[in-house]
């Protein structure tokens, strides 16, 4: 349930309400909007009468949330959430790029890679230390040593880090070197792991089980802000479908679908969500057109020799030719590219 509060409600009116709700054995999320304030009331206490909500001063309305998600929902909180991210205010105008190679190999690489997508114009860099991999005999990532090879490629360059978590014990340590925490598609159920990201108050961003549905993906988004974490970003990475002719079915659907129902930022993975770097450009740019606040791009400057995903993995020159074109189109579908330095 939701309590909408007058434009006009006072600090004590909203104050009394939050009181009552609390009296009833309930927890209280705030959305503080443009407009109005509105108080989630989340928990299992004894049920509420909503009429006697209503009557109280400077509530304009109480209404149920029609989904089983609640904070993460567009009702709870009708503004878009602005995550900031090296300057760009994610969800808002400004396109996010997060590009980087699937794993972090070595030093150079990492190194080599940051710098050329820093050139293109990225706003933060990704790379896997924890790899979840489909085979255990596959490269499962270098960790701990991952982490400070991105955090040398962060004092060179100055993007931010965005790299997955795949293990609750392992938050902290992640969080010393993450900006933002990626959960990936085989763990966006792991619910011990979603209440670890949401303790730690670091940004997450959460990427769709590639058998979950949209509802499903906002459900373990919930899971994040029910700690009181509400920097988290959604991101679409495919999933699978009866077609073989790509690695997974990009759900291009999905972005317009979450913007409705969520206030959350929505990044774009076209990377997964083709498995193939051929149709990588087509698809982001189709992602933009649909309304993804931002895309995460697996780039590598020797993908034949990556040890993860180099199928799908663009070289920086032609990463550097899709950034141009999403620049091109960020306009004319109502959205821009951060002007920065270049230089840091
Ligand atoms: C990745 O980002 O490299 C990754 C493993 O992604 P996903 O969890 O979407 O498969
Ligand atoms: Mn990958």
């Known amino acids: 349930m939701i309590v909408v509060m007058d434009a006009k409600a006072s600090a004590r009116d909203i104050s009394d309400v939050i009181a009552r709700i609390r009296a009833m054995g309930f927890d209280v999320h705030l959305s503080e909007g443009k407009e109005r304030t509105i108080i989630g009331v989340i928990g299992r206490g004894r049920p509420i009468d909503r009429?006697?909500?209503?009557?109280?001063?400077g509530v304009q309305n109480v209404m149920p949330v029609s989904h089983p998600y609640k904070i993460a929902s567009r009702e709870y909180?009708?503004?878009?959430?602005?995550i900031p991210l090296?300057?760009?205010q994610v969800g808002g105008p400004d396109l996010a790029i997060v590009a980087g190679p699937c794993s972090v190999e070595d030093r150079t690489?990492?190194?080599?890679?940051a710098h050329a997508v820093r050139e293109a114009g990225a706003t933060a860099l990704r790379g896997g230390a924890f790899k979840p991999r489909s085979s255990p005999y596959s490269f499962q990532g270098l960790g701990e040593e991952g982490l400070k090879?991105?955090?040398d490629a962060?004092?060179?360059?100055g993007l931010p880090i965005?790299?997955?978590?795949?293990?609750p014990q392992a938050v902290p340590l992640v969080c010393q070197y993450a900006d933002v925490l990626q959960i990936g598609a085989r763990n966006m159920q792991n619910y011990t792991l979603l209440h670890a990201v949401g303790e730690s108050q670091h940004p997450v961003l959460l990427k769709r089980g590639m058998s979950s549905t949209i509802e499903e993906l906002l459900m373990s988004a919930e899971y994040i802000l029910s700690h009181g974490n509400m920097r988290v970003m959604l991101c679409e990475r495919g999933i699978r479908t009866f077609e073989t002719a790509t690695r997974n079915t990009f759900d291009i659907n999905a972005i317009p679908v979450l913007k409705q129902a969520s206030h959350l930022p929505v990044i774009a993975d076209p990377s997964h969500g083709t498995g193939k770097w051929e149709y990588v450009e087509s698809v982001s740019l189709a992602a933009?057109?649909?309304?993804?606040?931002?895309?995460i791009l697996e780039v590598h400057h020797d993908p034949e020799n990556a040890q993860s995903d180099g199928r799908q993995s663009l070289k920086p020159e032609k990463f550097a030719a899709l950034v141009e074109k999403a620049r091109q189109l960020a306009p004319i579908v109502g959205r821009q590219f951060p002007v920065r330095e270049t230089v840091r």
């Open 77 to 82: 909180h009708p503004d878009d959430t602005l």
């Open 288 to 295: 933009i057109a649909a309304g993804a606040d931002g895309l």
């Open 86 to 88: 090296n300057g760009v």
């Open 162 to 167: 965005v790299t997955e978590v795949m293990d």
């Open 154 to 157: 962060r004092a060179e360059t």
């Open 149 to 151: 090879y991105l955090a």
């Open 51 to 57: 009429e006697q909500i209503g009557l109280m001063s």
């Open 109 to 113: 690489q990492i190194i080599e890679i």
